[in-house]
């Protein structure tokens, strides 16, 4: 800072007050440029946010609106195209199965715990486990699981909605129906509600922003039924299920909404070049006449003008008339497909390889690591979005209606529910089931939950064991992989129970051998027979 003449003259009058002048002059600099400072380093290190030659053709003006607002109509535009697409284009049904598949598999499995627990574990598996539970009466609840993962990549939500039906015999009378995202009443907009919130795109809300019901269509709006206006649906009877990727986010977006557009360009460029060969093939040839002919130059009746080309054609032309082919500048691939799938696949969060079927540039290792990169996406879409919007309530559901028929008896508090979905699926059965065998010695991972994660209900399958075990004993068979008498290395178990000697004699010949091992062994040690 310069110090001027009055600046001199006042501290040398009057210290105190000169002084106190010249600190505030000071910090008034310093701020000015340490302001002038930051913009300059806001301009260098944020070079996005500048408006320059190179972002002057990117509009942004519509991500400054809310997740709602931002959606509008183009929600309809979204699930149509993506619709066409999984109709049309097998790349995009090829990746909503990936999708589907790899997260539900053979199904998403409840463990109860609680009160009665076993109780409500066994009539929730005779419900589930059978197309009771839905209301058209053809799929098990696993199945609408995988509806639901269908209708997520497709449309982007979808919606389940609760009917309850007394049937006789049936402990739990209720009934699951997916709709689609269709039957939401897009149109129903009111910043005000009877619920005391807004009405957003058909999803009522009360004051504090929790949903408290839908607007719903009878019947679904491109039917030709639906002459009845939307009704309010309680939120308690619908489950809205969707991935919410904005905070404050009412409806879901189509998960294939990134890879839209370049699936579309190249379902377009892979037809125009197979136009391209099948023309390329059309070999033809054109006789002129060199004659006078007609002496106007007309092409006569006999002789109609050529319109299409076959393979092997041979046309007659009127004198005077020449053919003339248009040359396209080629077309060249050069890996465009190869580059195109690898970012769809990277859009849906699956693997190219997974979605082309092509592995020819993968070892085991680079194989084995996308895998896992991918199922993390999975566990996401089971544990975020499967278990907790799907999976959880409708077990809720399930133990209400269990209560209200009486079959549970007095409970003080309904049976609750921890649920295990599939596993990978494993690339090397040999050291993955050595790595679960592992993990249940050392107390890691339960019995149980191995069986779970396996798509086995762990109290059937145990039950299943002890009932072959005593068939073993009955026709006195000892199998190699008994763990009752023989080690994972073959070997005799150390305090295995021997066989007694008159039931070893109605074995089967080829058991014999290994009884007799058993016998020599255990008379070296001295052990009784």
Excluded at 234 to 241: E, R, S, T
Excluded at 393 to 406: F, K
Excluded at 447 to 473: F, K, V, Y
Aim: with cysteine; proline share 6%; net charge neutral.
């Amino acid at each position: 800072m310069k110090i001027s003449g009055l600046d001199k003259l006042l501290v040398s009058l009057a210290p105190a007050w000169g002084t106190a002048r010249l600190k505030a002059r000071a910090l008034t600099e310093r701020l000015s440029t340490l302001e002038a400072g930051g913009a300059r380093e806001a301009k260098r290190h944020y070079e996005a946010a500048s408006q320059t030659q190179r972002t002057s053709g990117w509009p942004t003006q519509s991500n400054f609106l809310d997740a709602d607002l931002s959606l509008g109509l183009s929600l309809l535009w979204l699930r149509g195209h993506a619709r066409d697409l999984i109709r049309n284009n097998g790349w995009a049904r090829r990746a909503q199965r990936i999708v589907a598949n790899n997260t539900v598999g053979w199904g998403i499995v409840p463990k109860a715990s609680g009160p009665k627990a076993s109780k409500a574990h066994t009539l929730w598996r005779k419900w589930a486990g059978s197309t009771d539970c839905a209301v058209e009466g053809r799929k098990n609840f696993y199945g609408i699981q995988h509806l639901v993962m269908r209708s997520l990549v497709e449309s982007g939500e979808v919606l389940i909605q609760r009917r309850f039906r007394r049937v006789r015999g049936r402990e739990i009378n209720l009934e699951l129906q997916v709709i689609e995202s269709d039957y939401l009443d897009h149109t129903k907009l009111l910043l005000t509600s009877d619920s005391g919130g807004p009405i957003i795109r058909g999803v009522e809300f009360d004051q504090y922003m929790r949903r408290a019901g839908y607007w719903l269509f009878k019947n679904h709006p491109g039917s030709g039924r639906n002459a009845v206006p939307s009704s309010f649906v309680p939120a308690q009877d619908v489950l809205h299920i969707f991935e919410e990727e904005r905070p404050g986010q009412t409806r879901g977006v189509s998960w294939l909404a990134a890879a839209i557009v370049p699936l579309k360009d190249l379902s377009d460029l892979e037809d125009a070049e197979l136009v391209k060969q099948k023309i390329a093939a059309c070999f033809a040839a054109f006789v002129t006449d060199s004659g006078p002919g007609d002496a106007m130059g007309e092409q006569s009746e006999d002789d109609p003008l050529v319109e299409t080309f076959e393979p092997g054609m041979i046309s007659q032309l009127p004198p005077g008339k020449t053919v003339t082919f248009g040359v396209p500048p080629p077309a060249t691939l050069d890996g465009l497909p190869e580059r195109t799938l690898r970012r769809v696949a990277a859009s849906m969060g699956i693997t190219y390889e997974e979605l082309s079927g092509d592995w020819s540039k993968v070892n085991f290792s680079s194989a084995r690591m996308a895998r896992l990169a991918h199922w993390a996406n999975v566990h996401h879409w089971q544990q975020n979005i499967l278990i907790p919007q799907l999976c959880g309530p409708v077990w809720d559901w399930a133990m209400e209606a269990l209560e209200l028929s009486g079959a549970l008896g007095m409970v003080s508090e309904l049976p609750a529910a921890e649920w295990t979905p599939p596993p990978m699926p494993m690339l090397e059965p040999d050291k993955e089931g050595l790595a679960y065998s592992r993990l249940i010695r050392n107390g890691i991972m339960s019995l149980s939950a191995a069986l779970r994660e396996q798509g086995l209900d762990p109290e059937t399958h145990l039950r299943e064991i002890a009932t072959d075990n005593e068939l073993l004993d009955k026709l006195k068979i000892i199998l190699d992989s008994d763990p009752r008498y023989t080690t994972g290395q073959g070997q005799q178990q150390k305090d295995a129970v021997p066989m007694p000697e008159e039931a070893a004699r109605d074995l089967a010949p080829e058991v014999m051998p290994l009884v007799h091992l058993m016998a020599r062994a255990l008379a070296e040690k001295g052990v009784r027979k």
